[in-house]
């Protein structure tokens, strides 16, 4: 299969059809999996798939120093391709300038990373091309479950248990670089002119960060998981993105990043939009 | 000969500490599988085992991430400020890493250079620092290489060395040392094995070297490519110490407060006219390496570095300074290679 990948690969390098590929090396067999750029054929051995390979690499899709490298082609899981499918949405690619080699994945991590457990996007389904080929099955709706569980807990508790977590954030924006879809030039705690959101780590100025970045991302999210990956207090931040997904998925039965043809949800308005969600 | 101490009176020494009204921080596992540096509300809480190094580092006990340095109120056309007085409550943390307690010696440098910073200094002089050799050591880890090692004595006022049945030999290394453990020991035979610690990983001489001659370095470029440019690596570093200073407040009045900030952020050298001088990802990882190994021992004589891995163990695309190094270097065995031809 990965000689399969590095072919596919080198044969776009060799004809010129992309400049650079974005995919997946590694320094040793065991060592952990980390992003690379190949411009050159005689590079690609360097490129590898495994269960390692748990970045979501469309991140680096809208950074101007990839950008430079010229036409890129990107490797993408199903997951991640969810990310494309929002991007081209919200006009940040162009699909036709990109070459996209998806992945069939049997999923990520040892044990499996929480995604994978209820991953129902296991090939790719939009890529030029897909490489291996994978005997995993949808999960099939299983991915409200830890929400659930959570929302079980009184409101006071759920409460204690963010004031806790968000306690150790330091804001180190990791959460937002990682995120594909938090692509914005310039952040809105970034903005100084003035301050919108207090730039201390303080339990306030943390708590204004993360509801900010959770409703930002509301129907816009593709649970890709990268923001909990990246944090180094260990935030379960997915919770605030699922809770947002789901109630997108409820009340307007959209799922951010599977149909590419779906108006996205906030994105447009219909008198027939429900309220009733809204406190 | 030797002194020990058992982990239950470990744990009866913070709670006593902490009765005191005093503070107490270390170990602290948060979730099953994240450690961290936090503030013990119980010794009972303190982790001794089963990690390898907390995902951030002790400064925030002495350089907290917020921080306020006075507060101002408007009254009328006139403004009232007042000073904001750093807490001199005594502080005790226990069970930090040889890399972590080496790192507040190194910024002492710093903090007391062309200003004294009181706030750290007030910290400092609170503060009682009990050090955990280390037991074990990752990939990530290369304090041997920086001159350190698993039972490093710098910046430490006591050093932990664990022994097998769940006990500790005590080296008292500072007279805080000896007055926290005056009492609480046992003269012991048993003496601690020595630990060993990660191998030399990469000549710091070579990199000097390299950074001193070789600004421009084109390698930069790729090396940063892969860089997401958040700010992991620096917050959960032990010796990264940049700070930006900000008010907070509204149209009655605020406070003036200092906040980490890290050099990976573009806002970092963001200027009012919106020229930014490091306007690429590459400049700013040359920057935060450059100050590292050649700006900060030009004028400290000391490397802001102690090889505790953390910026690698918390990098969402495994760069950190180990691994930038070592890309350096065989950027530099390249084109060498490549010249000799």
Redesign the interface.
């Known amino acids: 299969m990965i000689e399969q990948l590095r072919q596919t690969c080198r044969r776009l390098l060799e004809e010129a059809k992309v400049n650079v590929i974005i995919g997946y090396g590694q320094?040793s067999a065991d060592?952990?999996?980390?992003?690379?750029?190949i411009t050159k054929p005689e590079q690609v051995d360097k490129l590898v798939w495994n269960d390692k390979c748990y970045?979501n690499l469309t991140?680096?899709l809208t950074r101007?120093?990839?950008k430079a490298l010229g036409k890129p082609a990107i490797i993408v899981k199903g997951c991640d391709e969810r990310a494309l499918v929002v991007l081209q949405q919200e006009s940040q690619i162009n699909r036709e300038a990109l070459y996209v080699i998806g992945v069939a994945c049997d999923g990520v991590g040892n044990p499996r990373a929480a995604k994978c457990l209820v991953c129902d996007v296991h090939r790719p389904r939009f890529a030029d091309e897909v490489v291996g080929d994978t005997a995993a099955t949808d999960a099939g709706g299983g991915r409200y479950l830890e929400l659930g569980e959570f929302l079980k807990k009184s409101p006071a508790e759920r409460m204690t248990y963010w004031m806790e977590e968000l306690s150790?954030c330091?804001?180190?924006?990791?959460c937002?670089?990682?995120c594909p879809l938090c692509y914005c030039n310039r952040c809105i705690v970034?903005k100084?002119r003035p301050?919108v959101i207090?730039?201390?780590?303080?339990l306030k100025?943390n708590l204004a960060w993360q509801i900010v970045r959770a409703f930002h991302l509301a129907g816009r999210c593709v649970s890709c998981g990268?923001c909990v990956?990246?944090c180094?207090?260990?935030i379960n931040l997915a919770l605030l993105n699922l809770t947002l997904a789901r109630a997108a998925e409820e009340h307007f039965q959209y799922r951010a990043g599977i149909d590419p043809q779906k108006t996205p949800i906030i994105g447009s308005y219909s008198l027939e939009d429900k309220e009733e969600f809204i406190l | 000969m030797s002194e020990v101490i058992t982990r239950k009176n470990l744990q009866d020494l913070v709670n006593a500490w902490i009765s005191r009204g005093n503070t107490a921080a270390g170990p602290v596992f948060?979730?099953p599988?994240?450690c961290?540096y936090?503030k013990l509300s119980s010794g009972e809480r303190l982790a001794l085992d089963s990690f390898v190094h907390p995902?951030?580092s002790i400064k925030e006990f002495y350089f907290p991430?917020?921080e306020k340095i006075y507060t101002y109120r408007f009254k009328g056309q006139k403004l009232e400020l007042d000073d904001c007085e750093p807490a001199r409550t005594p502080q005790l943390i226990l069970g930090a890493r040889p890399c972590d307690a080496a790192a507040i010696a190194i910024l002492d440098r710093v903090f007391n250079w062309d200003y004294k910073d009181k706030f750290f200094n007030l910290r400092r002089e609170a503060t009682t620092i009990v050090t955990l050799g280390c037991a074990e050591y990752d990939?990530n880890c290369f304090c041997t290489s920086v001159g350190l090692g698993p039972t490093a004595e710098k910046g430490s006022d006591a050093i932990l060395l664990p022994l097998n049945d769940g006990e500790f030999e005590v080296r008292c290394l500072t007279d805080k040392g000896k007055a926290l453990f005056a009492g609480k020991t046992q003269t012991s035979s048993q003496e601690a094995k020595p630990l060993s610690g990660p191998e030399n990983r990469v000549d710091i001489e070579l990199i000097v070297a390299q950074l001193e001659k070789n600004f421009e370095d084109p390698a930069w470029?790729?090396i940063?490519?892969?860089c997401?440019?958040?700010?992991?690596c620096?917050?959960?570093c032990p010796t990264c110490h940049c700070f930006?200073i900000?008010d907070?407040g509204n149209a009655a009045g605020g406070a003036r407060?200092k906040?980490?900030d890290?050099c990976q952020?573009p806002?970092f050298t963001m200027h009012a006219s919106g020229h930014n001088p490091r306007s690429?990802?590459?400049q700013r990882q040359r920057q935060r390496i450059q100050h590292k190994f050649r700006i900060y021992r030009e004028k400290f004589g000391e490397t802001l570095c102690t090889g505790c891995g953390n910026c690698t163990r918390?990098c969402?695309?495994?760069?950190g300074v180990l691994?930038t190094l070592l890309s350096l270097r065989e950027h530099a065995l390249r084109s060498s290679s490549e010249v000799r031809g």
């Open positions: 320094s060592g952990p999996a980390f992003p690379i750029f970045a991140t680096y101007n120093d990839v150790r330091v804001k180190c924006y990791a937002r670089e990682v970034d100084n301050t207090d730039t201390s780590a303080t100025g990268e990956r990246a180094p207090a260990g | 948060v979730k599988d994240v961290m936090e995902t951030n991430r917020h990939d470029r790729e940063a490519l892969r997401l440019g958040c700010g992991a620096a917050y959960t930006d900000v907070e407060v906040n980490w890290s952020f806002m690429t990802q590459g918390n969402p695309v495994e760069l691994n």
